[in-house]
């Protein structure tokens, strides 16, 4: 098994700091095409309508205005409406927006204007000028459900209605419960706390080479928020999930004395 990549985590990312990137789950095959569906629909209704509205405009002109507007008018529907309403809603459409999908980059974060753009120019080709079929077997094909428009700009559909399933907790290792109860434990940084989770969460799946590589690294980082340091040879692992428990229980203890404070001085 390879090393993940590290990555950065900032506002517009769904990417841990220095750890592996979240996984979203990608949309499925069915509901993928759903969605396509509807949005063809909207995409050919608002045509006709954008279609009469200029044969009405049109009717006393030239026969070169009238191939020009015809131009402007498919550029329009095809690639100007697609690309407003995906950028604008950083990847969603109507048909998306009813099955629960949304567009995001490989790294799952935003896309922006560029990835809309690239999107709906591919997808005039593989969708309209080929009645969808290279993007109906390009996303059965692809683990990831990508049409080519998708592998084009670098992004894929992922399903926003998932339901949450939270992690168990991670146990405090018995060897370090006597240092953790009198170390100074301070809170870590979003990004690095959830590198801590998801390396431990994961621990299972990484082979020894990076499992030890990534281990050390986060343990590295971790130390800095923590004095005195654990006893020595204790394996990064180990240090990372006495922190973690150890967080978690003040963490606890803390709003549970906030919460009993609230009490008392709401019931007077």
Known sequence: MSQPEFATLTSD?????????????????????????????????????????FLVAVLETDDALAWAGFIATMIVV????????ETLTRGRTLGKMA???????????????QHAFVRALVGFVEIYAFSGVPAFF?????????????????????????????????PMPPE?????????????????AIAVRQYLGRLP?????????????????????VAPAPPPGTAPEAFLAAVVATRRERDSARLAREESLRRRLTAR
């Open 205 to 225: 799946q990484l082979d020894p080479s990076s499992r030890t590589t990534l281990g050390a690294r986060l343990a590295d980082q971790v130390s800095a928020h």
């Open 138 to 170: 390009s996303a059965m094909l692809s683990s990831r459900g990508k049409r080519l428009g998708d592998y084009a700009a670098g992004t894929y559909v992922v399903r926003e209605r998932v339901r949450f399933r939270p992690a168990p907790p991670v």
């Open 99 to 113: 099955m629960g999908l949304r567009t995001v980059r490989d790294d799952a974060g935003p896309i922006s204007f």
């Open 78 to 85: 095809f690639l100007v409406f697609p690309t407003t309403i």
């Open 13 to 53: 990312d769904l990417v841990t700091g220095e750890a592996v990137a979240l996984d979203l789950p990608a949309a499925g095959l069915g509901s993928r095409i759903v969605s396509g569906l509807i949005d063809m629909l909207v995409t050919l209704v608002l045509l006709v309508v954008v279609v009469l509205l």
């Open 176 to 192: 370090l419960a006597m240092w953790a109860r009198s170390a100074d434990v301070a809170s870590l940084p979003t990004g690095l």
